[in-house]
């Protein structure tokens, strides 16, 4: 069974452009989150989605940062316009939908992002 | 706010040595634990969840404990190997319904020496 794979794993641009990274969590998990860690940082939360929809987007830095995940199956997230401070790994995870806390949340192997 | 910090941040042993890693949380209302590997460049593998209602859980020559009421969990790894060397994250979710937001700890980055 293939685990939560991402794309990029890795991408530099410039300043000012745009990069969207893409997450396909593993087939059957409802649960997609994204997570980042920047250089010096611990891992933060960005957001978490059910299905297609958004259940917690507390940590999302910022407007220029947006994530869909249409139909419910891969996510995308967005960095438009993308500054120096963005540069960092973003993690994709995923994990069944449950009614408990027993469930292990899987993580994406990352898309390394340098913004230059 | 959850706040999760781990000790030390970094260990460097010889190969065959038993050893402890410590992560400590400040808000004891958690649904579980989970210990994390990262190896350089890598994403993170999931080594031993905890339940809330556990108080350690196994797997191979890994032991995780957890002791909700003072904050504390240790991962403990018998009979060390230069294979084990990575950085290890504990994680706990910030306990809101179904969410599964986590806090992680900054990590304790370990050198085995053969």
């Known amino acids: 069974e293939a685990g939560v794979t991402q794309f990029p794993s890795h991408s530099v641009i410039e300043k000012g452009q745009t990069v969207t990274l893409r997450c396909d969590p593993i087939s059957g998990h409802d649960n997609l989150y994204w997570y980042r860690r920047v250089m010096g940082k611990e891992i933060k939360f960005l957001l978490h989605?059910?299905?297609?929809?958004?259940?917690?987007e507390s940590g999302m830095p910022n407007n220029r940062f947006l994530a869909e995940r249409t139909g419910g199956t891969y996510s995308t997230l967005k960095v438009q316009p993308a500054e120096l401070e963005d540069s960092g790994v973003y993690f994709c995870a995923s994990s069944p939908l449950d009614g408990g806390a027993g469930n292990t949340i899987y993580f994406g192997e990352g898309s390394w992002l340098t913004v230059v | 706010k959850q706040e999760v910090t781990q000790i030390p941040a970094a260990l460097s042993v010889p190969e065959g040595e038993n050893l402890v890693l410590n992560c400590s949380f400040t808000?004891?209302?958690?649904?579980?634990l989970q210990w994390f590997r990262q190896d350089p460049g890598k994403g993170l593998t999931s080594l031993l969840l905890?339940?809330?209602?556990?108080r350690e859980q196994t797997s191979g020559r890994l032991n995780a404990s957890l002791d909700k009421s003072s904050g504390r969990s240790t991962l403990y790894i018998a009979a060390s190997q230069p294979g084990d060397s990575a950085t290890y994250l504990c994680a706990v979710p910030i306990s809101s319904g179904s969410a599964r937001q986590l806090t992680f700890g900054s990590g304790t980055q370990l050198t085995v020496l053969p």
């Open positions: 808000d004891s209302a958690i649904y579980n």
């Open positions: 989605f059910v299905k297609e929809s958004k259940q917690d």
């Open positions: 905890i339940q809330s209602s556990q």
